[in-house]
């Protein structure tokens, strides 16, 4: 499968604990953007690269939220000291040119 | 008041029917895309326009620029069409970041 992926797909944990999220974008794309999708809404732009540049990050990406694309291939999406309303599902999306944004298949995050 | 906003919000149908899904924003885009989102999270691009119409299979997708205005209709609706259709657009102006903003999705569910 040369789609995207993401890494666990599923993670609970209690408050307070940090958590890291992979993402594997599909290998000849340069751009790579995280949402997030909370119940019954829409995605939300959290950030994104171009390369290994970061490029920009949304507001709602707090001082707890770090995201790395160290060598501008697979990034890293992590928060510190979870809270409740943390919980949702993270997606991640690649692209290249003008083609469009292929979305990976998300992790669900549940803070408990 | 959000920049995309789709109705209906959830959508009941008998299969066979012609399903019609609103998209309206009110930012300059350079692009819309439609999306698919199934149970689990995942997304999947049905189209990415920014002028006219297009057609894939049952699916079929217009834009009005002048009108700020897409629509996304499916023809012969099947049961294995039920799942969540969000409406993106790419802001015009965002050469290069290709970041969207999301519709909160329409709910559409295909009784057999």
């Known amino acids: 499968d040369t789609g995207v992926s993401q890494d666990p797909r599923h993670k609970i944990t209690k408050r307070g604990q940090n958590v890291t999220f992979r993402c594997d974008p599909i290998?000849?794309?340069?751009?790579l953007y995280w949402y997030r999708q909370t119940l019954g809404q829409g995605p939300e732009f959290l950030t994104y690269?171009?390369?290994?540049?970061?490029?920009?990050k949304s507001r709602l990406l707090s001082d707890r939220f770090s995201a790395e694309r160290p060598k501008g291939s697979f990034s890293t999406l992590e928060i510190q000291r979870t809270e409740q309303g943390d919980s949702a599902m993270y997606l991640c999306?690649?692209?290249?040119?003008?083609?469009?944004?292929?979305f990976g298949p998300g992790t669900r995050l549940t803070v408990t | 008041k959000n920049e995309v906003e789709q109705s209906p919000q959830n959508l009941t149908a008998q299969e066979g029917e012609f399903i019609t899904i609103n998209c309206s924003y009110s930012?300059?885009?350079?692009?819309l895309h439609w999306l698919q989102q199934h149970p689990g999270g995942g997304i999947v691009s049905l189209f990415m326009?920014?002028?006219g119409k297009k057609k894939h299979g049952r699916l079929i997708a217009t834009i009005n620029i002048q009108e700020k205005h897409s629509s996304l209709h499916i023809t012969a609706s099947h049961p294995r069409d039920s799942a969540v259709y969000i409406c993106?657009?790419?802001?015009?102006?965002?050469?290069?970041?290709?970041?969207?903003?999301f519709g909160t999705g329409t709910r559409l569910t295909i009784i057999p």
């Open positions: 999306a690649s692209s290249f040119g003008a083609l469009g944004q292929y």
């Open positions: 290998s000849e794309h340069n751009r």
């Open positions: 690269f171009q390369n290994e540049a970061q490029l920009e």
């Open positions: 930012v300059g885009i350079s692009a």
């Open positions: 326009l920014s002028s």
């Open positions: 993106a657009v790419r802001l015009g102006g965002s050469f290069g970041n290709e970041k969207l903003t």
